[in-house]
């Protein structure tokens, strides 16, 4: 099989070379083995050297609003009045513990994209 573990760049490159010509290869075929074998190598390598990381706060609120076709005045009983809403959507005003439990709970936007890094003011 000859499959070797992905420890540069250009290992990652050849590999997903190789992923793309074998996609859609038969399951259970030497062809399709190969296959599972070099996504599993090709996420590991991926998880190390390129994390994704979540989106920041405001990044997550208005993905879900827009999501569920709601408006900002919708984050009023969340976050506040318009003005808190608006100065926490420009990212006046960091997301407190409890508008933070709020989105959670009412939203059910993870905590990992609520808590992220970039919840800091920037004034």
């Known amino acids: 099989m000859d499959i070797r573990p992905i420890k540069t760049e250009a ?3 050849a590999a997903l070379g190789e992923v793309e010509a074998l996609w859609g290869t038969p ?10 074998v070099l996504i ?10 390129h994390p994704i990381a979540p989106p920041d706060p405001v990044e997550a609120i208005l993905f879900r ?6 408006s900002r005045k919708d984050l009023e009983p969340f976050i506040g009045g318009r003005g808190r809403v608006s100065e926490v959507l420009n990212r006046n005003r960091p997301l407190s513990l409890n508008m933070i439990r709020k989105l959670w ?3 059910h936007i993870p905590l990992e994209s609520l808590i992220g890094d970039n919840n800091h003011s920037h004034a």
């Open 105 to 107: 709970q009412g939203l």
């Open 40 to 49: 599993t190598l090709v996420e590991a390598y991926e998880a190390k050297h």
């Open 11 to 13: 290992d990652y490159d």
């Open 27 to 36: 399951v259970d075929t030497p062809e399709g083995d190969r296959l599972d």
């Open 65 to 70: 609003i827009e999501q569920s076709g709601m």
